[in-house]
């Protein structure tokens, strides 16, 4: 992605450059073919209100996109007005009381930037250019989150725009409804958030890397290691293994185990680690790496190169799951034998929640994740690839406890994220806040909360 440029403005469809515009809003270089009405990229809060205003003289549904990192596109829809919060994106530290007030459109490299010569530190995503307005409200799992929690646990309040155009502000004490909602509604959130204000942490002393790397005959032997050593796993580890087609530094089809460590010093830090080096299955490896030192905005720019790289398309999906691994390791094979080129990719995470969270919308998770990623470079192969990530996902879902928003794709495949009640919550806050529907939520709703797709578990829950 590139950061915006120069003051915004409206777009009306059809005019020059509206394609443009609107496509640019995306990282997924897909283009569904659908437009809105109008685009507005917005400046400043008087900008929203006046985009606000104009949807609900216009009857005209609203789409709201800040990073534009939503793998499905959730911002681009067939009419209606997207509103753009892309530059509504600057940050304000106070280094004394460790908070920040941050832009939506805020990139997390941007902020573990600004952070850096403050000793301070919040949990970001791992590629460089999510912003965080969609970051946070769909719950956030970034650098330190197995350690300091899912980001939008760090959360203490949050500016926003409602439909009517009242702006509030939302905490623990104050429209605690609306803050609650916030924290896990991903694309179900139901007001325009002008400005999060973030609790920051120490700075780890020590952030590294170490890295692993097996052929995939090994895969079968890799993840019951993986499986077995999981829940001992140091919480500073985000430990997490990737399958590829072109495994770093072999070249081929491989497993890439990856153990990003972020700890108070270098002894903590090689403790930690110490489970690869010690394992049963290292004889197997192709190559084991030290424990090399790795700034995190060096790993994030690394991964938009090695497995993020801009203007390709993509399709993404995910399961939750706490099934034995014998259960699962079919489901895994299938997606690696039938991967489309690299970078495409699996994540498997290594997660293990603590036993509680606070109270809020994200209610949802496992011991593990596994996600799939599907990339290809032009539109011919569409039709090849494009239902990839969702074939996985359905073959293995029986396995799943649920998804997660961050790789969502439920327009083609809807399925639980969160836990029953508070879907049944979000949907009562929803008629609330937003009573005409001006807002719009997650793809595929309709058929989540109707029964009408093939998976019609949310048809109870609400
Ligand atoms: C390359 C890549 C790497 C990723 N890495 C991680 C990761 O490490 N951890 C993780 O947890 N997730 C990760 N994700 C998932 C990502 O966090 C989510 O897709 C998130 O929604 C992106 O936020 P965004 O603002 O960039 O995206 P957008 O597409 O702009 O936003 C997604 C949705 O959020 C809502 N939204 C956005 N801004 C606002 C706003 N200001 N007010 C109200 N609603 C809003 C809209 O419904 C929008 O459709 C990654 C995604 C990609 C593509």
Redesign the pocket.
């Known amino acids: 992605m590139r950061r915006p440029k120069g003051r915004g403005r409206s777009w009306r469809r059809g005019e020059p450059g509206f394609d443009a515009a609107v496509l640019a809003?995306?990282?997924?270089a897909r283009d569904p073919g659908v437009r809105p009405d109008l685009l507005v990229e917005a400046n400043d809060a008087e900008d929203v209100c006046r985009a606000l205003q104009l949807a609900r003289e216009n009857g005209w549904p609203v789409?709201?996109?800040?990073?534009?990192?939503?793998?499905a596109?959730?911002?681009l829809r067939e009419g209606g007005l997207l509103l753009s919060?892309a530059r509504i994106n600057g940050i304000a530290i106070d280094p004394a009381s460790r908070t920040a007030r941050v832009g939506?459109g805020c990139w997390g490299l941007d902020l573990d930037l600004a952070l850096r010569p403050h000793g301070l530190f919040f949990p970001v995503?791992?590629?460089p250019?999510?912003?965080?307005?969609?970051?946070l409200?769909?719950?956030?799992?970034?650098w330190g989150s197995r350690a300091l929690g899912l980001?939008t646990e760090s959360l203490v309040g949050i500016d926003v725009i409602l439909a009517d155009g009242t702006q509030i502000h939302a905490s623990a004490t104050e429209n605690a409804d609306i803050f609650w909602a916030a924290r896990g509604s991903?694309?179900g959130?139901f007001?325009?958030?002008?400005r999060y204000h973030l609790r920051l942490h120490p700075r780890p002393k020590v952030t590294a890397m170490k890295m692993q790397i097996f052929r995939q005959r090994h895969l079968d032997a890799v993840f019951r290691w993986a499986d077995a050593v999981g829940a001992s796993v140091a919480r500073s580890v985000e430990f997490q293994m990737l399958i590829t087609p072109r495994a770093l530094g072999i070249f081929v089809p491989g497993i890439e185990v990856i153990a990003p460590v972020l700890a108070g010093s270098w002894e903590e830090a090689r403790a930690a680690v110490r489970f690869i080096d010690a394992s049963p299955i290292r004889q197997l490896a192709s190559f084991t790496t030290p424990l090399v030192p790795m700034s995190t905005a060096f790993m994030s720019r690394t991964a938009?190169i090695t497995h993020?790289p801009p203007g390709v398309r993509?399709c993404a999906d995910n399961i939750w799951t706490d099934a034995p691994i014998d259960d699962l390791l079919p489901g895994i094979h299938a997606i690696a034998e039938t991967m489309p080129p690299a970078p495409s990719h699996s994540l498997w995470l290594n997660w293990h929640p603590p036993a509680t969270r606070p109270d809020m919308a994200f209610s949802l998770e496992a011991k593990r994740y596994l996600a799939v990623y599907g990339e290809w470079k032009r539109g011919a192969e569409d039709a090849r690839y494009a239902d990839w990530a969702t074939r996985q996902m359905a073959a293995m879902a029986p396995h799943a406890a649920g998804i997660q928003?961050?790789?969502e794709n439920l327009g083609r495949r809807p399925a639980r994220f969160m836990k029953a009640e508070n879907l049944a919550r979000l949907e009562r806050l929803r008629r609330t806040h937003d009573p005409a529907g001006l807002f719009?939520s997650?793809m595929g709703r309709e058929d989540s909360l109707s029964g009408g797709a093939e998976d019609r578990v949310l048809e109870e829950d609400v």
């Open positions: 809003t995306s990282f997924n789409s709201i996109v800040s990073g534009g990192h939503s793998w596109q959730n911002h919060m939506p995503a791992h590629a250019d999510v912003a965080l307005g969609g970051f409200l769909q719950g956030g799992f970034g980001a991903g694309p959130f007001a325009v958030v002008l938009n993020f993509w928003l961050a790789d719009r997650w």
